[in-house]
């Protein structure tokens, strides 16, 4: 639960930062007027600012990915192990007809794998050392299915334009409410600096809309599991597949990834009640039995 709260804390913390450059540096000033191109200037604000920011994140995520994880990319197998990732990995890019990504090991005690990568055919596979050595290689097998599947699905890219596109509507929507509650408290007159009620609206509604964004974007993170688990089971096998997550339940403890891709890892944290909309992965149990009925 404490990584699911983080996730969100980082997403309204972003949102609540960009609200105070945007006020300091002038730009939310503009965006309260309802001159300067009117809606559509507003409009155009928000995208790109909303979009921008999370297309840079994918542009960046496997450099995030390698430097905040310490994974070592196999460039040159340095023992059998490693020769036997790669040519698995390649087999099941070659089977799912994208490029051959980059394969790495990070060094963590929990079976966790997970893959990111701006595209299908420039992406990044990286395991744990405690998978590779807590599970058997038809286990590991169907875990590599199931992350060549994300990388195939192209999920990276369609959560990321889910995440921008909402990230536009919150700044967009927020924006909308504070201009008509800065017009009601100035009497009605067009207030083109954007008063104090204008900001401090703006920075409640983006937090307020915000968790609505992120039950959306965790909703579509679970659904992409249930498909990601299908690709593991038709590259290796679903009685694989289905060892292999009932393997991850002897995971104790969380996740040592970090939040930035937390929601990328193979399984992740669980919640009970209004707390299971944040989750971004389907409890192990529901992803065993959607297996076994497929």
């Keep these: 639960m404490r990584r699911i709260a983080l996730f969100l804390l980082t997403n309204i913390a972003v949102l609540i930062l960009l609200s105070i450059v945007c006020h300091l540096f002038g730009i939310d000033q503009m965006a309260a007027s309802r001159g300067y191109g ?4 507003l409009l155009a604000f928000a995208a790109v600012f909303g979009m921008g920011g999370a297309f840079i994140s994918l542009a960046i995520s496997k450099w995030m990915a390698k430097w905040s994880t310490g994974a070592r990319v196999i460039a040159q197998p340095q023992n059998e192990t490693e020769r036997w990732l790669l040519d698995i990995v390649r087999q ?34 990286a395991v744990s050392s405690g998978l ?28 990321t334009l889910i995440q921008g596109v909402l990230n536009t509507l919150v700044i967009l929507a927020a924006r909308i409410v504070g201009r008509a509650v800065d017009s009601w408290l ?5 207030n083109r600096g954007g008063g104090i009620g204008y900001f401090v609206v703006v920075m409640v509604l ?10 959306i974007v965790a909703a579509f993170s679970r659904w992409r599991e249930f498909r990601a688990d299908q690709a593991g089971a ?7 597949m289905i060892s292999a997550l ?20 193979i399984s992740g944290p669980l919640a009970d009640g209004l707390k299971r909309l944040f989750m971004s992965h389907p409890p192990l149990d529901e992803r065993i039995a959607a297996l076994q009925k497929s």
């Design 38 to 41: 009117g809606m559509g200037g």
């Design 246 to 265: 009932q393997r991850l339940k002897v995971n104790h403890g969380e996740s040592t990834l970090p939040n930035t891709i937390a929601a990328f890892g």
């Design 92 to 125: 099941h890019a070659q089977s799912a007809g994208i490029g051959m990504p980059e394969v790495a090991i990070y060094d963590a005690p929990e079976m966790n794998a997970f893959a990111t990568g701006m595209s299908k055919n420039n992406a990044l596979v």
């Design 234 to 240: 038709q590259f290796a096998g679903r009685n694989a």
């Design 206 to 215: 983006q937090i307020v809309f915000g968790l609505f964004a992120s039950m």
């Design 132 to 159: 590779l050595q807590q599970m058997d290689r038809e286990q590991i097998k169907a875990v590599l299915g199931h992350e060549i599947g994300h990388i195939a699905n192209g999920d990276m890219v369609t959560l």
């Design 186 to 190: 100035s009497g009605g007159r067009d």
